[in-house]
């Protein structure tokens, strides 16, 4: 059997096709446009697998799409494909609304023709699943109660934005044309190959290298993390088990503000890698001008999750940075391959310190 991968070579999707062809025999069809975030180093244990097939595409490529449905025929197709960098967004929308919203529709699409075309019992079984992100919710206030899937859409930047309409399309092909689609969305994720513009991987390699580690405003912006390895096993109970046409929230129950996340991170490398001179790594702390429109909270209830497929995260914030941490310290070799020029000269940019 065949299950088809969309941006299988990214943070996400590459843990999930990793731990998926550790557990299952089954073929995985992976399809990554190699944007900046994509890296097939990801993917260099699996080198010589016949069970993984990678291809160089664009999910906004129907032609391409259409024909690796037609050859591998498979029994799922799961779209992790999307620019999902916020900062990145604001400068540069346009990206976000080719690949998260075209792409999307363009995806759905190729999706629908293969679908109808499956005969009885591979029809009934077929299934489309859609990651996406809390942040199509909006913000919360520090009293307000976490997200669940009630609560209506009220995306505060382009990406957000972007990630509300594949999600609004996604319900739509699946009320209008009856496509068994299925939707996840998730809180902050963490964990082995997280490219380093996102929070946690951005001040460990900061860290590690005597340079500053930037905090947008005072800090005390909230999130929830969830261990990327927990998400793909709830995507995979989600895919298993969750009722056609409905959204499941995945959380870690770990709310923490950021500079409570860069604290532990610069304690855990106080101990796991002392610097010579005695200094600690909290030292390096500098906050920054604050993102535009920065959203203050985000927490999920994962629940529903729980409650009516029978999963919760393993790790909990703890256990899960300190594998993190003790991820990239063994793996400086990845990180250098990914921080090219062009990437440490946006850094330079995005995260400027504060007079």
């Not at 073929?27 to 260099?44: E, Q, R, S």
Request: hydrophobic share 35%; glycine share 10%; charged share 25%.
């Amino acid at each position: 059997m065949t299950i088809l991968v969309s941006g299988g070579a990214g943070f996400i999707g590459g843990n999930f096709v990793l731990d998926w062809l550790d557990q299952f025999d089954e073929t995985v069809i992976n399809l990554d446009k190699l944007t900046y975030a994509g890296n097939l180093g990801t993917l260099k244990e699996l080198s010589g697998d016949h069970r993984h097939v990678f291809v160089h595409g664009d999910i906004g490529d129907r032609e391409l799409v259409t024909d690796l449905l037609a050859t591998y025929r498979p029994r799922a197709v799961i779209n992790f494909a999307a620019e999902s960098h916020v900062d990145r967004s604001i400068h540069g929308p346009g990206e976000f609304i080719q690949t998260n919203v075209v792409g999307a529709f363009n995806l759905l699409e190729a999706v629908r023709g293969y679908w109808v075309g499956l005969p009885g019992d591979e029809k009934q079984a077929f299934r489309f699943l859609h990651v996406s992100t809390d942040e199509v919710y909006g913000t919360l206030s520090k009293d307000d109660a976490p997200f669940t899937e009630l609560n209506r859409y009220e995306p505060n930047s382009p990406y957000s934005a972007s990630k509300a309409a594949s999600d609004h399309l996604v319900r739509a092909w699946h009320h209008t044309y009856g496509l068994p689609v299925l939707t996840t969305n998730c809180s902050n994720n963490y964990g082995p190959y997280h490219f380093p513009e996102k929070l946690i991987p951005l001040v460990i390699l900061n860290a590690l290298a005597g340079k500053s580690l930037p905090i947008y405003g005072d800090g005390q912006q909230v999130r929830d993390w969830l261990y990327v390895r927990d998400h793909c096993s709830a995507i995979r109970r989600v895919l298993q088990s969750g009722k056609v046409g409905e959204t499941y929230n995945v959380g870690g129950w770990n709310e923490k503000p950021n500079l409570d996340v860069v604290h532990t991170i610069c304690s855990i490398l106080d101990e796991l890698r002392p610097k010579a001179d005695g200094s600690r790594y909290k030292e390096q702390i500098a906050f920054v001008k604050d993102r535009p429109g920065h959203d203050r909270r985000y927490a999920i209830d994962a629940r529903k999750l729980e409650r009516e497929l029978g999963w919760k995260p393993e790790e909990t914030f703890e256990t899960g940075i300190r594998k993190t941490i003790e991820w990239y310290l063994a793996n400086q070799d990845w990180v250098g391959n990914v921080t090219s020029g062009a990437y440490r000269e946006w850094v330079g940019k995005q995260y400027e310190v504060q007079a």
